[in-house]
């Protein structure tokens, strides 16, 4: 029987055998693939030169405040 291919966890880097069994490969537990994809997340909110919703929201609601 082969050998089953070895991976390293992206995210600890620890050695994971590429097999049926192991859910979260290339990751070596759920944990990792979880924390892989929040930093995913984060660096897809920081794309610098796209407006956001916030900023849009901040606007309508500044032109439809009124004063005090
Ligand atoms: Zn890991």
Do not use: N, Y
Not at 7 to 17: D, E, L, R, S, Y
């Amino acid at each position: 029987m082969a050998t089953a291919p070895v991976v390293a966890c992206p995210t600890c880097k620890k050695p994971v055998p590429w097999l049926a069994s192991e859910r979260f490969k290339p990751f070596c537990s759920e944990r990792c693939q979880l924390i892989d994809l929040g930093d995913w997340a984060t660096e897809a909110h920081k794309i610098p030169g796209s407006p956001t919703l916030d900023d849009a929201f901040e606007d309508k609601t500044a032109l439809s405040d009124p004063p005090d």
